[in-house]
């Protein structure tokens, strides 16, 4: 499976390992400076997972360099959006580039549905419980389904992962070893795990040792709805 991700992981690698080389830190001081799990931290380095935007901004702060220094995809073209009122209740906007100080990317939303409960046959995702719909940057999206979850529980909180963080989901039905997903058992409502696959097994560990790893059989109703893409915490 090509993992779409990977060329922005190696960037963002790529930036953390200098910076840590340029501070002289290792990954456990990057750790301890930054609030961030070793283990996730190691997975940032070795492009496992994709760096969600609550990780940039703690590391961006614990190496005093802009966000955009960590994930590229913080870098944005600054333009300027000039209206009135009768036209911003009506969505109209005039954009002109570098034309004042207050900036905004001039970018496209997508309503995506919160989720509550999914059903799965045939391959196809049935959202039967949708709380409501967020605006999502189209950029995010690069043409895929996505939706959105809210976290349960704390058996993911050292992904730093929390009850009622929402989740942004990507439908896919495979992922690399080491990625989180959202997968589906026996039907049942989906759980958010780190999942590793063997020939006929497939783990999904929690990143909280509290719970032990599911161990799912060949054979076993499981289904793999799509991979962890974004975490938005809301205040």
Sequence with gaps: MIDRDLPLKKEISENIKKLMKRNNWTQLRTSEKSGISKSTLSDYINCKTL??????????EAFKVS??????????????ISYN????????????ENSSPY??????????????????????LAYEDIEGYEDVPKS?????????????????????????DMLLIRVQDQVENGEIAAVQIDGEEAVLKRVYITDDTMILQSENPKYPPIIARK??????????KRNFIEY
């Design 51 to 60: 760096i969600n935007p609550g990780n940039v901004e703690k590391l961006a």
């Design 67 to 80: 966000k955009g220094d960590i994930d590229p995809s913080f870098n944005q073209n600054p333009v300027d």
């Design 85 to 96: 009122y009768d036209s911003a209740k009506a969505g109209n906007f005039t954009v002109k």
């Design 103 to 124: 900036y905004v990317k001039d970018v496209g939303f997508q309503k995506v549905p919160i989720v509550g409960t999914i059903s799965c046959g045939e391959g196809i």
């Design 140 to 164: 995010w999206m690069n043409g895929a389904e996505h939706f959105f979850l809210r976290a349960k529980g704390d058996s993911m909180i050292n992904a730093r992962i929390h009850d009622g």
């Design 219 to 228: 054979g076993q109703d499981i289904k793999i709805l799509g991979k962890l």
